[in-house]
């Protein structure tokens, strides 16, 4: 039997604001945005070619905003990746390499972490 990771909550306090963030500024792609009652917003973004997706929202999760920490991406080329960051006006880390990967770190604008990885190259 396959599990999947498939979502992972990240706690935020200014909905629009975040989603903004991630869609325009980090490149995910906004798959549902939906007020389901006045307490409860349910947004979905996935990151480009990724299986699994974050949820935003209000009413979602009792995580305080920006205690999510050390969410991890793989990239195929961290340089770019980090490239492109820049230029959508994301701060991002300095490129750390690493024996198990090479590594650019951000935050969202509430604190959540976030690291870039590209694999080594396999032998």
């Not at 990771?5 to 629009?16: K, N």
């Not at 935003?56 to 492109?84: C, F, H, K, W, Y």
Request: contains cysteine; charged residues 20%; aromatic residues 8%.
């Amino acid at each position: 039997m396959d599990w999947k990771l498939e979502l992972v909550f990240v706690p935020v306090t200014e909905v629009d604001r975040a989603k903004a963030f991630y869609v325009e500024q980090v490149g995910f792609h906004a798959d549902v945005d939906h007020q389901v009652t006045d307490t409860l917003r349910f947004v979905q973004l996935t990151p480009p070619g990724s299986a699994c997706s974050i949820a935003i929202g209000t009413g979602i999760t009792e995580m305080p905003p920006g205690s999510q920490r050390g969410l991890q991406v793989v990239v195929e080329d961290v340089t770019a990746a980090r490239r492109q960051l820049v230029d959508r006006g994301v701060e991002v880390s300095d490129i750390d390499v690493q024996p198990w990967g090479s590594f650019v770190t951000f935050s969202d604008p509430d604190g959540n972490t976030w690291a870039l990885q590209q694999l080594p190259p396999r032998k």
